[in-house]
C-alpha cells in the first residue's frame, strides 16, 4: 500500500524512475517480502529525480 501511494506521487511529478522502482517493490514486497526490497536503489533514483526537477524547474515554470 505505501509503495503504491509513493508510486502515484512520484508519478505526479514525473519522477518516472521512481515511479518504476515502486512498481517492481509492489511485486518484490508480494512474492519476497519487505526484507528484499532495495530501499537504499530506490532512495538513491529518488534523490536524482529531485535533483533534476529542481535543477530544470526554473526553465519550465518560465517557459509555461
Not at 501511494?5 to 514525473?14: Q, W
Amino acid at each position: 500500500e505505501d509503495f503504491h501511494f509513493l508510486k502515484g506521487g512520484a508519478l505526479n511529478l514525473g519522477f518516472s524512475s521512481v515511479g518504476q522502482l515502486c512498481e517492481a517493490a509492489e511485486a518484490t514486497l508480494e512474492s519476497e517480502g519487505f526484507l528484499a526490497v532495495d530501499l537504499d536503489e530506490l532512495f538513491r533514483c529518488y534523490d536524482a529525480s529531485l535533483a533534476e526537477f529542481w535543477a530544470t524547474a526554473k526553465e519550465r515554470w518560465l517557459a509555461a
